[in-house]
């Protein structure tokens, strides 16, 4: 029987400093401080007002993984989940099977409960599909 405790979020959410990009129809928002990422989407910190977007809206999703001389770039359909004064949290809702790797891999190693967000990933691996 597992004793750990549950969090009240569903997925692992991980800190990572990278740069991110947010397309919400001509408004780009653009953050390198602040993010938390998971399986389902990621969380960003940003000075922009991001209220004219609104919520439930589509937007795509660039997150760039720095290593060494190289670039990885995770890109992903997704939809604005919620805004407030200083951040804007964005929902995955589809992801190709390159940047579904790379997402594995960053939240993998940087979670505090690597077994936990293993299971995650077990669990709901058809949640993302890729893109057309």
């Known amino acids: ?19 991110a990009e947010i397309q919400i129809g001509e408004l780009s ?33 660039k997150i760039v993984l720095k290593a060494f001389d190289h670039h990885v770039i995770i890109e992903a359909q997704g939809r604005v989940a919620r805004t407030g004064p200083g951040y804007l949290a964005v929902e995955f809702t589809a992801l190709d099977p390159d940047s579904y790797l790379h997402l594995r891999q960053l939240v993998l190693h940087n979670a505090d409960d690597p077994l936990r967000a293993e299971e995650e990933f077990d669990a709901h691996w058809g949640i993302l599909r890729p893109s057309p």
């Open 29 to 61: 928002i653009r953050s390198s401080s602040g993010i938390n990422i998971s399986l389902n989407g990621l969380r960003l910190a940003t000075e922009q007002s991001v209220a004219v977007a609104g919520e439930g809206g589509p937007c795509i999703i």
């Open 1 to 19: 029987m597992d004793t750990r405790p549950r969090e009240k979020r569903e997925f692992v959410r991980v800190p990572f400093a990278t740069e």
